[in-house]
């Protein structure tokens, strides 16, 4: 009999913080809903247990019994224990969630207001080493002036044919030197007709020289 | 009397989708070469080809332009300019076809009301991929008014004749100036500019 004692000294642990069972006594764990049922409830079924075995006498097939019950209570009582642990684990998750479903709560607003910049706005990350620098304007203008240097190098090519094929000597350097900006390129007709009259007249002199 | 380099300056731009091959055609056309790594035209680009026809030197300044969306309102601002228009789609691309009309609208928008136009449907070479009939190209043609052709910048199918053909249109619309004419106003409108001699 190892039950009795054991139950003596947990209740007068219990009995001070645990008025509810105070009121219904160790019978009352019985009556309990099994979601609800606590280690110190199933402590207070092997004491009604027990008492009750212990009134049957020492008849050895109480005994044989009584092995058995100790047993399907150790069983209970881990069972319980685990549940309650789970319990416990389950609930300050759902707690940990609530507050931070509060803390998004609070802080969405302003952040749903800085994503929402309207149709036409777009985020930039300015850590993302390939973001958006230049403007449209930057790129014309680059673009406007390789096209240039490109319509330069064209002239000078055939410049250089002109001398290489050697239609004037080195030191004589054709006329129109003054219209060193040679522009191409642009989308106003300023722009091209300059350029052309440049490269024409380049090759005009090229090829007056001919003759 | 003054030797001249060319008789004729012709302004052509190259559009159309993004990738359907405007660079390879140009690049066929100015070098006679091609190749085969997909290198996106950032904005507008250029390249120089002169050309001999009906016994004159005409120089084709060729504008090649990006297909991307996001060029756009730089590429557009060279239409004008422009005395023929070169627009291309992909016979492998469908949407590249389906656009034809969004182009066009471009063209109606952006460039001279005279501008000679005309259509072609490149990489041809690549019949096993094609989805669009070239009934189709012919058909979209003829609903506009404007010449057709089916090319291959890879295979150097029709690219040549393109430009000459393009370059021939844009001939016959020329007025023909006075051959002793000795200030030849090369700033005026209407486009083309011709010279017979100069001096600087």
């Known amino acids: ?211 | 009397m003054a030797k001249k380099t060319y008789d004729l300056l012709f302004k052509l731009l190259l559009i159309g989708d993004s990738g359907v091959g405007k660079t390879c055609v140009l690049f066929r056309f100015s070098d006679d070469a091609f190749n085969t790594t997909f290198i996106s035209t950032i904005g507008i680009d250029f390249k120089i080809k002169t050309v001999e026809l009906q016994g004159k030197k005409i120089k084709l300044q060729i504008w090649d332009t990006a297909g991307q969306e996001r060029f756009h309102t730089i590429t557009t601002s060279y239409y004008r300019g422009a005395m023929g228009i070169m627009l291309v789609y992909d016979i492998t691309n469908g949407k590249s076809f389906e656009n034809i009309s969004k182009w066009l609208r471009n063209i109606d928008e952006h460039a001279n009301e005279d501008v000679e136009r005309m259509l072609l449907g490149n990489k041809c070479d690549m019949d096993d991929k094609r989805v669009v009939p070239k009934g189709k190209g012919e058909q979209i043609a003829r609903e506009h008014g404007i010449r057709f052709f089916e090319t291959s910048a890879k295979a150097n199918i029709n690219i040549e004749k393109a430009f000459l053909t393009l370059a021939e249109d844009i001939l016959r619309k020329t007025p023909v100036k006075e051959p002793n004419s000795e200030n030849v106003d090369i700033s005026s409108g209407g486009g083309v500019t011709g010279w017979k001699s100069k001096c600087c």
């Open chain 1, 1 to 211: 009999m190892e039950e009795p004692p054991l139950r003596e000294e947990e209740e007068e642990e219990e009995e001070d913080d645990d008025e509810e069972r105070d009121e219904a006594g160790p019978e009352g764990a019985l009556g309990k809903s099994p979601s609800r049922l606590t280690a110190e409830d199933v402590y207070d079924i092997s004491f009604v247990v027990g008492r009750e075995l212990m009134a049957l006498g020492s008849d050895p097939r109480v005994t044989q019994l009584q092995f058995k019950i100790v047993r399907v209570l150790e069983m209970l009582e881990a069972l319980v224990s685990e549940g309650n642990l789970t319990a416990e684990a389950l609930r300050m998750e759902r707690d940990s969630l609530r507050k931070e479903v509060e803390g998004l709560r609070r802080e969405g607003p302003p952040a749903s207001r800085e994503a929402n910049l309207g149709p036409d706005k777009m985020v930039v990350d300015l850590t993302d080493p390939n973001r958006p620098r230049f403007t449209l304007q930057e790129l014309r203008d680059v673009l406007q002036e390789r096209n240039r240097l490109k319509s330069q190098l064209l002239v000078a090519q055939e410049e250089l044919q002109c001398y290489k094929s050697g239609l004037f000597p080195p030191r004589e350097v054709p006329g129109g030197r003054e219209e060193k900006d040679v522009l191409v390129s642009r989308a106003s007709s300023a722009g091209r007709n300059k350029e052309e009259k440049t490269i024409i007249k380049k090759l005009v002199c090229c090829f007056r020289e001919q003759h």
